[in-house]
Each structure stands twice: as C-alpha cells, then as structure tokens.
C-alpha cells in the first residue's frame, strides 16, 4: 500500500486557523476533512470556502456527516432536508468519499444531541442498512461510517466491529477507525486497546482519526471517565499502538488529527497541536510502506424500497431512552426497563450517569 495522506479535521474559528497556518504555509497538510453539515456554503466564510475548494480542485478533501442519525427507527424530514443538502454539496465541491457516525441522535434539538450506541439486532441492522443505502444513493462516491466513542456495556464495545462489519457490507462500504473512541472505550471498561481493536475488520479501514480528551469524574468515586471531547493532545498509549495498527490497516487511505477549533487559544495549546502533528507524520515515515494496487471503489447496485424502513417500537424505545437520561430519571429505574430492543439491565450505571451530563450539557432546557 502507498503511504497514508495526513490531514487535519477543518474547523472554521479563528483560533484554530492561526495554529494551523504554519502548516499551511509549509505545505503540510496533505488532505482536509470538512463537516459539510455544521457550516452548509451560505453560512461559510470566502476564506474557507476558497481554503475548500482548493483542496477539493486538487482531489484532497473528504467529507464527514455529523448530524444524518443513521439509526433513527423513524424517517423524518430532517433526514430527507440533510439528504438534499448533501447531494447539492457534493454537486457544487468534489469530495474523495463522505463519512457518518454510527449510532442514533433523536433529541428535537438535534444540532446539540449526542449519538448513542444501538443493540446489535437484526432490527437495528436493517434499519441502518436502509439509511446507508438512501445516503449512498445521492452520490457515486465512497460512504463510510466512525465507529463510536460511547458505550453503555461492554457489549456495545464487542459488538461494534461485527456490526459495522455487516452494515457497511452492501454498499461496498468503509470504516474510521477513530483511535481515541476506541481508547475512551478501554478505560471505561477496562478492555486493552489492541484487544478491541482486533475486534474490527481492519481491512475496511481507509481512515483513522486521531483526537485527544478529557477526564470527567466519577459521579460514583471509583475510576475517572474518558470523554471524546476534541480538546486536548493525543493520549501516548494512542501514539503507541499507532505503529502497529497501520501495519494492520492494508486499505488505509487517509490518517486525519481532530481538535476543536475553540480549544487552541493559547501559545503551549497551538504548540501542542502541532507537535502532535509532527508525531504522525514522522510515525507515519518510519513505517514500511510497500506499494500496492489500490482498490476501485464501485458503486453496488442496490435496491432501493420505496419507503424507507421504519419500526415504531424502536422508535419508541429510542424516544424513551432519550427522555429518561434527559430527564436524569434513576439509574435503577433505567435499568429495570423492559424494552425489547435494547439491554438496559446490562448497562454500566457509571455510563449512564455519563449519558445524563452530556445530554443535560447539549440540551440545558
């Protein structure tokens, strides 16, 4: 395989863009992820927009979704206006492939919500398969999906990689492998890295993103909890399995540095940043890249239903789940729900306080 592209997640403040110029300037940025969604072109700045284009004219932007919910059990037309704007954007700016989150986000306010993890069910797949099959059929280009950072059991940690297995597999479909989700994953539950990293079909990894965190305390004393905040340096154990893990990746395409642009404010923060940038690269320059054939992507031809998938009592479950940790209702009570599709009895208590503060956090009315 070719050696990896490395490029930053594109934020719009200006904080962010002053810790980034120096690597703009030398030419260090091979490729830039763009949230299309957070800012569509009418709100975007003429700088950023050039700054877009320019990479997209040169074949060296990708795009990443935050706010499509794959797993919503319910179409709304939320999801038809996303769609709509998508392929209108990715008819006006080129884009090597798009990205999403696993997982589901059905608060009203949808802009602040969080994606919360789904029950690996046959239910739930096809649900998901037929959101990914509608995203896939506005554009001709590769669609990806993250994996996800929060989990409420350690089931959730095992079953993600089989599930995003099976879901990406009709549409001929990618993977991230976002390093510190997975690494949130293994503090919270107390799993090594490496051992949920082979839980993933690596072969289906094109991108990997790489982020640093923040540390919550325990609502019960015990261990602090890992958050994926965006708003610090990259953990050293990260930086530690990085080696081997691009070793495993036979398809990696693009490696990406995540960091939220308000969260660089001062002199050490910029400077942290852009050493963690020149950790990546030189890792990325001391490994044995060997050339080979890179895959044609090819659309699969898939059969569309008419009406898209919908399961009320998903729907509903979703919907409850969602106001019963809004509503910072009792863990017990949470976890003595009879619902069909999701295992609250198995969730980890710590977790779902962890839920609650930040839904409570997005959504503070």
Known sequence: MSKPLLGISMMAEADFVSALLPLLQSNSVDVLEWSFDTLYHSN??????????????????????????????????????????????????????????????????????????????????????????????????????????????????????????????????????????IYCQSCNFEIGLQEIIDLYPLDKVKEIHLSGGSWQESAYGKKQVRRDTHDDVIPDDIFAVLPSVLTQCHNLEYIIIERLGHTLKTDNEKDDFLNDFDKVKMIIAASDWKEKEKKNWNAKDIKLPEEPLEDLVLFEEQSKITQLLFENIDVAVIKDQDFHYFKTENWDAEMILTAQNIIKKWNPY
Do not use: C
Not at 87 to 103: P, S
């Open 44 to 181: 975007e700045p003429g700088w950023l927009r050039d700054l877009l284009n320019f990479y997209a004219e040169n074949n060296r932007l990708i795009g990443h979704g935050v706010y499509y919910s794959l797993f919503d059990a319910r179409w709304t037309s939320r999801q038809e206006e996303w769609l709509r704007k998508l392929k209108e954007e990715v008819a006006l700016r080129k884009y090597n492939h798009i990205t999403e989150h696993f997982g589901f986000m059905n608060t009203e306010n949808f802009h602040q919500g969080v994606p919360l993890p789904v029950s690996l069910n046959p239910k739930t797949l096809e649900i998901g398969k037929d959101r990914l099959y509608r995203l896939q059929e506005v554009m001709n280009i590769p669609v990806g999906i993250e994996n996800l950072a929060f989990s409420f059991s350690v089931d959730d940690v095992k079953e993600q990689g089989v599930f995003l297995d099976e879901l990406t597999e009709d549409t001929n479909g990618f993977l991230i492998l976002d390093l510190h989700n």
